[in-house]
């Protein structure tokens, strides 16, 4: 998974690749929750809580596995744990969460809002917040905390987060993103002999209205499909 999030001129925008294995590509589905306080727009896959998200209160989450990292039989997985924290009105509220919830394996959470991006790594012992201004970038090898596994499944990594450095500017657009998200590394092709595909690649705009854009499956062949919250045009 590759995420990111920017802020330019009081706008925020922030995105994802969720790279899972290919058996589970045809279950992506979107689910909008809805009750008297938020709204959640959460892509996902068929018989799971949710991947990333964003709220009308104009918080986006996205999540990449850190493998790497100290993780424990007791405590929270992400699947969990992403659905709680788009429950939080803004990133200081999630970030007091995470740091009250007990973890069950390494993640990187990236937290938006329309005038600020902050990225974390958690772990079962610790949380170390990796960036916290007008860009936030990860992929899927820990950039703050050590690793106390060696995992060799991510091996794009390192080649992912020089493409995000390479092209992923404050002042990037919509278009720009979508165009960095079709190609290079950074987008795992079903034509690729990899047993690991995009299967879905989000886009999350943060301002006086939220929107969510998720294609479901890799940007070189499935279109981005945008989604609105209800009472707005």
Do not use: W
């Amino acid at each position: 998974c590759s995420a990111f999030a920017i802020n330019h001129r009081g706008n925020g925008l922030a995105g994802q690749t969720q790279d899972l294995y290919r058996h589970l590509d045809g279950f992506q589905v979107m689910l909008r929750h809805v009750d008297d306080e938020l709204e959640i727009l959460i892509p996902s896959v068929s018989g799971l809580l949710g991947f990333n998200g964003v709220n009308s209160a104009g918080l986006a989450v996205c999540i990449t596995t850190l493998s790497q990292l100290a993780h424990s039989s007791s405590g929270l997985s992400s699947g969990f744990i992403v659905p709680v924290l788009l429950r939080c009105r803004s990133i200081d509220e999630a970030l007091d969460l995470l740091r009250n919830t007990p973890i069950a394996s390494g993640n990187s959470f990236t937290l938006a809002q329309r005038d600020r991006s902050v990225v974390v790594e958690v772990s079962a012992t610790e949380i170390t917040v990796v960036d916290d201004g007008g860009r936030a970038l990860h992929t899927n090898h820990p950039l703050r905390q050590k690793p106390v596994h060696v995992y060799d499944r991510f091996e794009s990594s390192l080649e992912r987060l020089g493409q995000l450095e390479r092209t992923v500017r404050p002042d990037s657009t919509l278009d720009q993103m979508t165009a960095m998200y079709a190609s290079g590394a950074i987008c795992q092709s079903r034509s690729d002999d990899s047993p690991v595909v995009s299967l879905g690649t989000m886009l999350f705009e943060l301002g006086d209205d939220q929107v969510c854009h998720y294609g479901p499956g890799p940007l070189d062949e499935e279109p981005l499909i945008t989604y609105r919250m209800r009472g707005t045009t």
